[in-house]
């Protein structure tokens, strides 16, 4: 899973503004990877088996902002992408997002819970298919990685600061994070 940070360049402006046409130019001269959101949106809805295709296409075709956990999720993908194929590709410029306060929310949330915990709440949403729990939900998983950011996370610094913990990179399969001995570090980073 990608541990550098991104650098992020939002492009904002109206609809024909020429966002998309600059973000080409700048591309040609600039170490820059360009990621439209309209772009992604797109793409996805022309995927066959997309959960959310026909949601997309209702919400394009009605000029509205489609729900920033779709939107936010294929940014996501694209930039983890271009960031494992090529670890020199950190930098982006993302065309057309954030579009309103729900983005800026959802972004703002990605960021501060780091990539690495979006792992953590997909592996919920996807357990949450079956599990039960009442908490596994995104309503509830924003509430539980704010009071995880906020209270827990202390926590572990504090024991981090007295040289008593061990971070694992948890995003790997449970066999590689099991048998992972290797790469279990000393840190307080995480
Ligand atoms: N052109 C460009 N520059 C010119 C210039 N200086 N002089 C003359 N002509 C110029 O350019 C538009 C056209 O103008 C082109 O023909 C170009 O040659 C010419 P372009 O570069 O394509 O402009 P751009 O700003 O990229 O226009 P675009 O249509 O992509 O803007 P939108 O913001 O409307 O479209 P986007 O793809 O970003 O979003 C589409 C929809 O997706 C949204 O309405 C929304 O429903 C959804 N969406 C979300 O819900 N969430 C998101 O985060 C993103 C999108
Ligand atoms: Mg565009």
């Known amino acids: 899973f990608v ?25 040609e001269n600039y ?31 009605e000029g ?29 410029l993302i065309d057309g997002f954030p579009r309103n306060q729900d983005n800026l929310q959802g972004w703002t949330l990605t960021r501060r819970c780091c990539w690495c915990l979006q792992v953590c709440i997909d592996r919920c949403l996807e357990r949450g298919k079956s599990s039960g729990r009442s908490d596994d939900n995104r309503e509830s998983l924003e509430k539980r990685l704010r009071t995880y950011l906020q209270s827990t996370r202390p926590i572990i610094e504090l024991y981090g600061e007295q040289g008593k913990v061990r ?7 449970v066999d590689e994070v099991s048998g992972g001995g290797d790469r279990v570090s000393w840190s307080t980073s995480h």
């Open 64 to 92: 509205k902002i489609v729900p920033v956990e779709i939107t936010i999720n294929l940014l996501r993908k694209a930039m983890e992408d271009t960031m494992q194929k090529d670890e020199d590709k950190f930098r982006f």
């Open 3 to 27: 541990s550098m940070k991104p650098q992020v360049v939002f492009v904002l402006g109206g609809p024909g503004a020429g966002k998309g046409t600059q973000c080409a130019r700048i591309v």
């Open 31 to 61: 170490s820059y990877t360009h990621l439209s959101a309209g772009d992604l949106l797109r793409q996805e809805r022309s995927r066959k088996d997309s959960e959310s295709g026909q949601l997309i296409d209702t919400y394009i075709k």
């Open 167 to 173: 971070t694992i990179d948890a995003s790997r399969t």
